[in-house]
Nanobody
Framework: QVQLVESGGGLVQAGGSLILSCSAS????????MGWYRQTPGNQREFVAF???????NYADSVKGRFTISRDNAKNTVYLQMNSLKPEDTALYYC?????????????????WGQGTQVTVSS
């Protein structure tokens, strides 16, 4: 059974940084594409970033240049380094194990989600 456990969230002032981690089990991590999403109350979950098994990476326009996604296959963990945080980055952040379609360059999330980790950025 696939399990994803996020950690690293917290309260930070605008301009600050956080590193989120997502530890995966129950799957062959190195062969999977992984993504980060976020959600605020009353809104749909939105894409933040993904990284494929080969290291292809993409970001939402709203976080480009500020967030960095990476993975450590030896630790079955995907990370999200978040710099220059803004109040609008406040959300519950989830990781996901999904599918990357090479021809279209798109990432489609699976039904496997973690419980989320809360990030709150104060102004």
């Amino acid at each position: 059974q696939v399990q994803l456990v996020e950690s690293g969230g917290g309260l930070v002032q605008a301009g600050g940084s956080l590193i989120l981690s997502c530890s995966a089990s129950g799957m062959t991590f190195s062969r999977n594409s992984m993504g980060w999403y976020r959600q605020t109350p009353g809104n749909q979950r939105e894409f933040v970033a993904f990284i494929t098994s080969r290291g292809n990476i993409n970001y939402a326009d709203s976080v480009k240049g500020r967030f960095t996604i990476s993975r450590d296959n030896a630790k079955n963990t995907v990370y999200l380094q978040m710099n220059s945080l803004k109040p609008e980055d406040t959300a519950l952040y989830y990781c996901n194990s999904g599918t990357y379609y090479t021809n279209s360059g798109t990432y489609v999330p699976s039904d496997y989600w973690g419980q989320g980790t809360q990030v709150t950025v104060s102004s």
